[in-house]
């Protein structure tokens, strides 16, 4: 494998499941913990302005007690608030002086607006870091309703944020801690999944790899591999289906060849030994060579029958498209068989419509002499052959009948094997080796056509049917 091949290779699925469950439960945890980071800093907001607006409300009753005391409201206010913790106040007068302040933190330059209001809730509050600490603060105006006078007072309140920002920060620690764990864990199970996930591939691998040529009749079980496999499975037997005939078809083929030519040899063999067992006459020398040449003929056109078999099978001829005029072209195969006929008193008449096909002229000839040879040569003397030509749905029919015995419904379907022959006996003296059938349906099925027989008591119908050319 070089580099580049590498490259071009999709990245692996258990990589790209754990990248997409890595990423996905990422952004869910982190999404998760700001929400719920979200949650509780507005639940310390509540707190917070809970608490202040006690302070507040403390401190506005010490103001109005001070006053209504006729008391200097700086002498009362320090112990104004009582059991809270880290939460400071100022309050300044009218007069922009301040009249009491806690120490520890720095109020003063607190910048926030001034609210005239009753209550402290968390919208009020905002926040502001006064040097040294990060505060949540508010700045209200209370009037003070005094037997003489009116008079205004501002009170800035805050709560100091260290604890809840110590804690929120933990949290955040512990939250973190939280997602890579969750995160590492998920990856690490996502990974086994994927794993555990393709058991049944490498099963199925390893049972096509004990696939031989001669075990070809293993099939995989759908029912035994996930649903998704199921069809990478069917279309896997289905391969080896077509695997397994053609191999058969090809192993039948050479164990067919080899018994078709061994009886040609055997033949030839005897004969030359027979005849070179004495001196004989020039004249038998002849006979014997004109015997030898008809077997040597037939041998050589059993040969040819085969290749040309082999290669339309194949596909490795391509058919012509040629328009051909039926009618004609019939005509002139029946001339080319009257002299074959005459000899057996055979009459051949064709019938029907006249019509274009679309068809492979060399073909179609070596179908038809196919047909109209077996039709000659299996009808008794003085029978009629007839040809007839009928048009069907863009498709031309042409069928050859010539009277005989009926041919057995088993016997049909096979007619069309390679080297097959209805009457084992005749098999010798006609030339024929059980090839015509099989060459001129496959000749027909390269041109989009097929090829159909019945046989009835009377005839035996071969039917040609090729595509109209329009
Ligand atoms: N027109 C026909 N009438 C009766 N039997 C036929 C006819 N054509 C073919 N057959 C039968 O089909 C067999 C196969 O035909 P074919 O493939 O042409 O081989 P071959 O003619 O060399 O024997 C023949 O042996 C014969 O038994
Ligand atoms: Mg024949």
Redo the contacts with the bound molecule.
Sequence with gaps: MNLKDLTKRPSSLAFRVTVFVGITIFLCLTLISLMVKQSIAQHFAEQDADELNEVFLAVKRKLNQAYTQGTSPSSILFQAVSGHHGVYYLVKNEANEIVFTSDSVDLEKYPGVAYEIEHITPSTLSLFFDGENMLRATEVIVPIQAAQSHKHYQIIVASNMKFHMNYMEEFEKTLWGIIVLSGIITILVARFAVYRGHSPLRRLSRKIGSITADKLDIRLDPTDVPVELANLVESFNAMIERLESGFERLSHFSADIAHELRTPITNLTTQTQVILNQPRSTNDYSEILYSNLEEYERMSKMVSDMLLLAQTEHGLVKPKAEVIDCHKEIGKLIEYFELLAEEKHIYIQLLGDNGEIMCDKSMFRQALC?LLS??I??APDYAEVTVAIQMVHKEAQISIS?P?PK?PETQLLR?FDRF????PSRNRD?Q???????IARSVLEVNRGRIRVESSEQK?T?TAILPLSR
């Excluded at 024929?432 to 099989?438: R, S, Y």
């Design positions: 196919n077996n039709a040569r299996y010539n005989g041919i007619l097959y022959r209805a009457d006609g024929g080796a059980g090839l015509g059938l099989t035996t071969f």
